[in-house]
């Protein structure tokens, strides 16, 4: 099969396309042929070995596993002998431990849901990671109806599912973001948008109900000070130190929330394929739409990654995988269609 592979830590240019033989399915795992893979931040940081504290797990001088990509969306073409619940030719999207970006990926049926039978592939791709970080997170603070939410970071990924999702739990919504992403802020559901450029959203003294912070871009004491009294605050994400990334800042908000009246909440996403099956729901119904900057071909995968690097994107991009000798042509920006 073709795939994308590195041999070492750094940027895109260390991406290459290879062959690499097929993986089985073992146990309870299902082999999904791959049509379209999404790219995150976390497929970024793996890339570069960042922050250096990965690379405990992951590979001290060079990536244990070589190919990255965990957000995919294809057919069951196989199932292992304990796997009952798909079959094949099922359509699936699913949470990978890497090897995404490839033709053939294995994965424990766990963590493989039915995709929404509304979007197509490439859009069913964009929603894995960032679609289930934004539901854990949102069910983690208790967002309920007549809150106000704020969601630092409203244009990427994660933050346009932690807006729709609020939106549909009930709250009011602020986006803050880039003023050049305000309309696609709005669009997508929020109701105030913060041009971080011109205004500091930590000025909102006692404002919100909940900060879903994907960006720590502020202290946490300026962060607290724009919530309620018995506000939370979710931390996700954010580059952090160069060892540690944003582990340390989630390490003092753990240390300091006990004596504080708000919480403060770091968050952990975990792969689950029951909340994979709840947003192929919510999809259906119209709740959320996932949305899609640029999709590029496989072979293309360094120029993807380059692209959600360089800050402009709004929503996610994605990679779709195509089958041997054929191609996929770069696609305009989109919402699901």
């Known amino acids: 099969m073709r795939a994308i592979v590195q041999h070492r830590y750094g940027g895109p240019e260390v991406l290459a396309l290879a062959e690499l033989d097929r993986p089985q399915p073992a ?6 042929r791959v049509e379209a ?3 995150s931040m976390g497929d970024v940081l793996l890339m570069r070995g960042e922050p250096r504290a990965v690379r405990l797990a992951f590979g001290l001088r060079r990536p244990k596993r070589p190919t990255i990509g965990r957000d995919v969306a294809g057919e069951v073409v196989a199932v292992g002998p304990g796997s009952p619940r798909f079959r094949v030719g099922d359509a699936v999207y699913a949470e990978s431990d890497q090897g995404g970006f490839a033709e053939f990926v294995a994965v424990p049926e766990r963590f493989v849901a039915a995709r929404p039978a509304s979007i197509d592939a490439v859009h069913a791709a964009a929603v894995v990671v960032s679609g289930t970080t934004a539901l854990q997170g949102l069910r983690l603070a208790g967002v309920s109806r007549g809150q106000h939410v704020l969601v630092n970071g409203a244009s990427g990924g994660v933050g346009g599912f932690a807006v729709q999702l609020a939106k549909t739990m009930g709250a ?3 986006g803050v973001c880039r003023g050049s992403k305000a309309e696609h802020v709005l ?3 929020a109701d105030h948008v913060i041009d971080y450029t011109r205004d500091d959203f930590t000025a909102n003294t006692g404002r919100y109900d909940v900060v879903f912070d994907l960006v720590a871009d502020h202290p946490l004491h300026r962060v607290r000070r724009s919530l309620t009294r018995r506000g939370t605050l979710l931390l996700s994400s954010g580059r952090g130190g160069a060892v540690l990334g944003p582990m340390g800042r989630m390490a003092a908000a753990s240390v300091i929330s006990p ?3 708000q919480r403060l909440r770091p968050l952990a996403a975990s792969r689950n394929g029951d909340d994979l099956a709840e947003l ?4 259906d119904a119209g709740e959320v739409r996932p949305v899609v900057d640029e999709v590029f071909p496989l072979e293309r995968a360094a120029d993807a990654v380059a692209r959600l690097e360089s800050g402009g994107v709004r929503g996610k991009v994605v990679i779709q995988v195509a089958a041997a000798g054929r191609t996929a042509e770069t696609q305009p920006s989109s919402t699901a269609p």
């Open 27 to 32: 146990g309870d795992e299902v082999l999904i």
């Open 37 to 39: 893979v999404a790219v």
């Open 172 to 174: 009011e919504v602020t």
């Open 187 to 189: 669009a997508i559901g």
């Open 259 to 261: 004596f504080v009246p």
């Open 280 to 283: 192929a729901r919510r999809i």
